[in-house]
């Protein structure tokens, strides 16, 4: 007689995939720059101003239209690569299934910075990464992010990220 076991069902909280562009607002933060830039420019005109003024203001518009353009070009261009990184290895598989138990406070963590998944091929680290430039799925505390102390995983993850996340609704530690 054999006996099969359900397998738990999982939510998807977070798929790489399934995002387009992730971290535009802060790529764009750089275009608002730009753009105030270019606005004051036209609002004050260097040719009504003279002297210091008008050097002071042809600095600051420049300044505001190259650093705010060269910011949103520079971080929009390394997160899209960092988040195609992600979908390549999802799309191709070259990632590896991190399956177990979240513990928010482990022990043996050096202070309250990490969280861990224990598995039954041992623990898998995470950091607790709040960081808007951080690629993948990121967690900023305990209890954050969709998942909590006890809650059983899947994780793809690629290199150390996370590309794809599922919990098992209403999982426990003790349902392991």
Not at 50 to 74: D, E, I, K, P, Q
Not at 140 to 154: H, S
């Amino acid at each position: 007689m054999y006996v099969v076991a359900k397998l738990a069902e999982y939510v998807t909280v977070y798929d790489a995939a399934l995002l387009r562009l992730p971290g535009w607002p802060l790529a764009a933060a750089g275009m608002v720059v730009a753009l105030a830039g270019w606005l004051l420019g036209h609002a004050a005109p260097a040719s009504r101003a003279r002297g210091r003024g008008a050097l002071a203001l042809r600095v600051t518009r420049v300044s505001m239209l190259l650093l705010g353009a060269g910011w949103s070009v520079f971080i929009g261009v390394a997160l899209l690569a960092q988040h195609a990184r992600l979908r390549t290895a999802l799309g191709g598989g070259a990632f590896t299934v991190v399956e177990g138990v979240v513990y928010d406070r482990p022990g043996g963590a050096s202070g309250e910075l990490h969280w861990m998944v224990d598995t039954a091929e041992g623990a898998h680290w995470y950091r607790y990464d709040g960081s808007p430039l951080a690629a993948g799925y990121t967690r900023r505390a305990p209890g954050t992010g969709g998942i909590t102390n006890g809650v059983r995983v899947r994780i793809a993850d690629v290199g150390g990220r996370i590309a794809r996340l599922e919990a098992a609704p209403g999982g426990s530690a003790a349902s392991r």
